[in-house]
């Protein structure tokens, strides 16, 4: 490792490697990518879309020059839709579904021309949704991802008080600490949740939930305040859930306590600084899973500097859960693979308690032993679900899996507690996360008023 802590790269270098791999559209090509669309009506696109976002209606207002308008289509559907136009998969999303890709091999470019409207209005500083008046009641919302911030936009413009609990210092979760750099930095997120804040909204940001009483008053954190659950729960007329996964999953091997072994997401966090010379960087850096959180980190790895980056994986290539683009981004990135080839022990030297390299066996029926030399393992197997939390509330019951149970209008088997995102389906897209916050703002609603209503993209529940 470069003394463990450095990229060799210099800086013009990284931002080059870091720059944005969709860059936004000049208003020449939104115009022609605009009018290329054929405003279907029934549009396929919308309905692959998870928050249902009205796409031909946004496009032909990019046609007709309201972006204002084309923004509040967007926003309307979708509060973290800036986002959602950089980080969608939208290759199996709504691009996936466009007519055009069938008659013309070349879908519209759905994300690029909503990331040009939403730009419009996050640049302008302009806002497009205002608070209700205040009809006196609370939610508190635990989580400041997507989820958690769609659900506090649409519960504001019904007229809630929402106060947001969120334990880091910036508010977005993966949105603001998760997405690859050259997808998205966190400028983009933190403006969503600034117009999010705008409608009056509170971000209690340092503050950690914990399951009661005790642990509120015995694990005092620095800078961290510490509340416990039952409390916001008395606080509020209801409460979302939105606390997605927790930490990486262990590999369950020798090593993994080594100095260089790295938890993906946490690597992917200190990329989000961008202060590019105090991350920790390998020479040489194994990356072990196959999810797209794997391709972010072993991506990001190699434009930061590291020399060679290798994914290791114990299934075939078919079996990686990254989607197909990302693999083949890896794969120009410069990213060698390793499949069926499980780790055994992470080595270290004898002088020295760093990682210098891995023991694997191979998976294909051999069952040969080797070992790679590396200096950095960084791990990307998937996260653990929030167990822990929940055992301290009784009334919410999990799935054996660690899934919330949750139903249609994502209240959950306490009539006061409504969940959604990642710690309900496990681990999904932003888009989806975000889609359940407006139907848990509905859910909300409607268990505490009389009064009946949507938004776009949602259905209303019987
Ligand atoms: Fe336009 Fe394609 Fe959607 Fe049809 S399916 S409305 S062509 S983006």
């Known amino acids: 490792m470069n003394n463990g802590y450095c990229t060799p790269l210099d800086i013009t270098q990284i931002e080059e490697n870091f720059a944005e791999i969709h860059p936004a559209m000049s208003p020449a090509e939104a115009g022609v990518e605009a009018n290329r669309c054929l405003y279907c009506y029934d549009a396929p696109c919308m309905h692959a879309c998870p928050t249902h976002i009205d796409i031909p209606s946004f496009i032909k207002k990019i046609a007709s020059g309201n972006l204002t308008g084309s923004a509040r289509v967007i926003f ?58 205040s009809n006196g009641k609370s939610v508190g919302i635990v989580g400041s991802g ?14 809630y008080d929402v ?50 009483k005790d642990e509120s008053k015995n694990g005092e954190l620095q800078d961290m305040q510490m509340v416990a ?19 990486t999953n262990g590999l369950g091997i020798q090593g993994e306590d080594l100095t260089g072994v790295y938890d993906a997401l946490e690597f992917i966090e200190q990329i989000k600084t961008r202060d590019w010379r105090s991350i920790p960087l390998g020479e040489t850096v194994v990356v ?25 994986y114990r299934r075939k290539e078919k079996d990686a859960s990254a989607y197909e683009y990302e693999l083949e981004l890896a794969k120009k990135d410069g990213i060698e693979f390793l499949w069926q080839a499980a780790p055994l022990e992470i080595l270290s030297d004898e002088s020295s308690s760093s990682v210098a390299g891995l023991r694997c066996e ?101």
Request: charged share 25%; aromatic share 6%; glycine share 10%.
């Open 288 to 312: 072990i899973g196959a999810g797209n959180t794997a391709i972010d980190a072993a991506t990001q790895a190699k434009r930061l500097g590291a020399e060679k980056v290798t994914l290791v």
């Open 146 to 159: 997507p989820a958690g911030l769609s659900c506090a936009m649409y519960l504001a413009r019904l007229g």
């Open 229 to 247: 659950f039952e409390e916001i729960k008395a606080w509020h007329d209801a409460v979302f859930l939105a606390i997605g996964l927790g930490a």
């Open 362 to 462: 191979r998976t294909d029926g051999s069952r040969e032993v080797f070992d790679m030399s590396c200096d950095m393992v960084i791990k990307a197997i998937g996260q653990h679900k929030q167990f822990s939390f929940f055992q301290n509330i009784a009334q919410v019951e999990v799935d054996e899996t660690g899934r919330v149970f949750v139903e249609e209008n994502m209240r959950t088997t306490d009539a006061k507690i409504f969940a959604g995102g990642d710690c309900v389906n496990g681990g999904a897209e932003a888009v989806d996360a975000a889609q359940m916050g407006k139907l848990a703002a509905i859910g909300i609603h409607h268990s505490l008023s009389d009064e009946r209503i949507a938004f776009a993209g949602s259905a209303i529940p019987k």
């Open 76 to 133: 309307d559907a979708n509060p973290i839709g800036a986002t959602c136009a950089r980080v969608c998969p939208v290759d199996v999303l709504c691009e996936g579904a466009c007519v055009e890709k069938t008659l013309l091999k070349k879908p519209i470019e759905i994300g690029r021309l909503q990331r040009y409207a939403t730009d419009h209005v996050l640049l302008s500083d302009r806002q497009l949704f205002d608070k209700r008046e």
């Open 163 to 212: 106060t947001v609990y969120e334990q880091r210092e910036r508010a977005g979760g993966l949105d603001t600490y998760g997405m690859a750099e050259y997808k998205m930095s966190q400028s983009v997120s933190l403006a969503e949740v600034e117009q999010i804040a705008k409608m009056g909204v509170k971000f209690l940001l340092n503050t950690m939930i914990v399951g009661t």
